[in-house]
């Protein structure tokens, strides 16, 4: 069996709790799920995640060589206010 060059185990979860008019949302990318949440909340979790994503690649990394913190760094930064 061979293993697929390049892509790590890491991914991004986000989980939204505040769905209160029962349509299940759910967003998968290669290297994300995001479930749940309101409208507002899971568009703010898909925003977020993509931007996080871009500025990785910007920055020549991805989940599996970047550090915990400077990836935090990140999503704050990508986070919409």
């Known amino acids: 069996m061979s293993k697929k060059k ?12 505040d769905n209160t008019d029962g349509h299940k949302r759910i967003t998968r990318g290669e290297r994300f799920v995001l479930v749940g949440g309101s409208e507002e909340t899971h568009g703010r979790m898909t925003e977020t995640t993509l931007k996080t994503f871009e500025e990785l690649k910007r920055r020549d990394k991805d989940l599996d060589t970047v550090d915990r913190r400077e990836l935090a760094e990140i999503i704050h930064k990508s986070t919409p206010r």
């Open 6 to 17: 390049g892509r790590g185990k890491g991914g991004i979860l986000g989980v939204g709790l």
